[in-house]
């Protein structure tokens, strides 16, 4: 019961924005590190944007904005082929 048929599989997509002081490739890492601690089912992960701050005319951070795509748990008691709740005998 709410097992997701083979091949079948629903995603979801959420943003999360990263910094580092280190570079984009740190600012990343971060961010993935951060995610895996909250997140379940994590498949991949998207870069949508690189911005810097600066400061005193130097950069001071690196930032990106990460797309992170992650697999839907199944439901409990439902039929994933129909989406129909399942009813107990």
């Not at 400061?55 to 994933?80: H, M, Q």
Request: without cysteine; glycine residues 10%; charged residues 30%.
């Amino acid at each position: 019961m709410g097992e997701m048929p083979p091949g079948k599989n629903v995603a979801a997509v959420t943003h999360i924005i990263a910094e580092s002081p280190d570079g984009f490739g740190d600012a990343v890492r971060v961010g993935f590190a951060r995610a895996t601690k909250t997140l379940r089912g994590i498949t991949g992960m998207r870069v949508i944007e690189q911005r810097v701050s600066v400061r005193d005319n130097k950069i001071a951070t690196y930032r990106v904005k990460l797309e992170v795509i992650l697999l839907l748990e199944p439901k409990a008691g439902v039929n994933f082929s129909t989406g129909d709740e399942l009813k107990e005998d």
